[in-house]
């Protein structure tokens, strides 16, 4: 009965810790330490790169309806020349290290391989439309968001709390509440030719997105965002050339040009240029998972869009949708993300233990040595102290011999008075006799 109790008293205790643990991070909480200008600004831009994607999306939704223009290679080819035109310039005016031939040396084919991840994912989430609903592509691109968690934990070392999952969970939530909106507005529009193979698409095109996203990252926070898309513009530029010759040949040429459709091809290489060259400043202020959660609000604003321009019906619940992705938003970004310490971090944590251990022994024998020191000070006072008492002493025996010699003396010399005292008579009488006598004698 004894440790049953104990256990349960041990279990009443830790929960009443965390209890009050709780309590007191509720009570330290500031609402001025998560609603910061950075929170804000991250949001603001993040929902400016959402209606940059918008725009995308309305420029090719208006060019398939209504100009029957279905070339996603085509398009994309315009951005990565865009990009290659500005930033690879700038690469190759470059001198040193931060040249494009020396970059090509040591790093190309990394991004050859990245230039044709985002050129296929590109590609893919077009594609799906042709094979699936809308309903589809909306939950399953969301698959981005734990992809993107999963390569920044292993590649990015960044290491996520309880809370980030929570907050992840809420956005999801509310995209759920953003396409139930669109099943009740009557908005499940789409193919359903294949299905399964619309649905692989855009997982796979999720995938691809994650990986992009991550590589941007780390290349914009370790290296240069003007080498990032000068070599993106480069290699994406000649793959999506290859691709646009082999699979859309007779697309293009059947496209019958006017200044409309030229008009939306503008819009749309626009869009994405603008989008290409802000992501990597969002993205050095926050992080790729933190962008791309914000960036869940992109199919509001083409509803919002489409509610003006392609007369779709209105719902309350996309408005409680964009107000549950912005509070998920705003929990991830309350608290940090930190990230797993590198090699070199662990190498200078590791001597600065060391160092430590090293002062702390020291400090330990400077003590043993000052006690050590400071016990033979005092034994060298009590040897000092002995010393003069031991003197003392002697002294005092010294003195106690000299007053015995003396008084010894003195005895001796009383004794020498007293015979004296003690002849001095006698010769007195034999003087007197022998006087008596010779005059005795004269007569």
């Not at 594609?127 to 699936?132: F, G, I, R, S, W």
């Not at 998972?289 to 392609?310: E, K, M, P, V, Y």
């Amino acid at each position: 009965m004894a440790p049953e109790q104990s256990e349960d008293e041990f279990s009443l205790s830790r929960n009443k810790n965390q209890s009050t643990g709780l309590m007191m991070k509720i009570r330290k909480f500031n609402p001025k330490e998560v609603f910061t200008w950075k929170l804000a600004k991250t949001w603001a831009m993040g929902q400016g790169l959402a209606v940059l994607i918008c725009g995308t999306a309305i420029c090719s939704q208006y060019l398939a309806t209504n100009f029957q223009v279905n070339t996603p290679m085509l398009q994309s080819f315009l951005n990565y020349i865009l990009l290659c035109v500005t930033y690879t310039t700038m690469l190759l005016c470059r001198r040193g290290d931060g040249n494009i031939l020396q970059i090509l040396k040591r790093r190309g084919w990394k991004y050859l391989l990245l230039g044709l991840v985002d050129v296929e994912a590109n590609y893919t989430v077009v594609k799906a439309y042709q094979y699936t609903t809308i309903t589809s592509v909306q939950l399953l691109d969301c698959f981005v968001v734990p992809v993107l968690m999963i390569l920044s934990w292993w590649i990015l070392k960044i290491r996520y709390k309880m809370v980030h999952f929570v907050a992840v969970c809420i956005c999801l939530l509310g995209v759920g509440a953003m396409v139930g909106a669109d099943l009740l507005a009557g908005r499940d529009q789409g193919s359903t030719s294949n299905i399964l193979l619309g649905d692989g698409l855009v997982l796979i095109s999720a995938m691809l997105y994650a990986i992009s996203n991550v590589s941007q990252e780390y290349t914009v926070k370790n290296l240069s965002r003007v080498e990032f898309l000068g070599m993106l513009g480069l290699f994406g530029t000649i793959i999506s050339t290859v691709q646009m010759v082999i699979l859309e040949r007779n697309e293009v040429a059947n496209i019958q040009w006017s200044w409309e459709v030229g008009l939306l091809f503008s819009a749309f290489a626009l869009c994405m240029y603008t989008l290409y060259s802000c992501m990597p400043l969002v993205m050095k202020l926050s992080s790729a998972t933190s962008i791309n959660l914000s960036l869940l609000t992109t199919d509001l604003f083409s509803l919002f869009c489409g509610i003006f321009l392609f007369q779709y019906n209105f719902s309350g619940l996309y408005l409680v949708s964009l107000v549950v992705i912005l509070i998920g938003f705003i929990t991830y970004n309350a608290v940090p993300t930190p990230a797993a310490p590198t090699e070199e971090e662990e190498e200078e944590r590791f001597r600065a233990t060391t160092d430590l251990t090293t002062s702390s022994s020291i400090c330990e024998q400077g003590r043993y040595y000052d006690a050590a020191a400071s016990q033979s000070e005092i034994t060298k006072q009590e040897v000092s102290v002995r010393i003069p008492t031991e003197e003392v002493e002697d002294d005092k025996e010294e003195q106690k011999a000299d007053v015995e010699k003396k008084d010894r003396r003195k005895e001796e010399k009383k004794r020498r008075r007293k015979k004296r005292r003690h002849s001095e008579p006698s010769q007195s009488h034999r003087g007197g006799k022998d006087f008596a006598v010779g005059c005795s004698t004269k007569m």
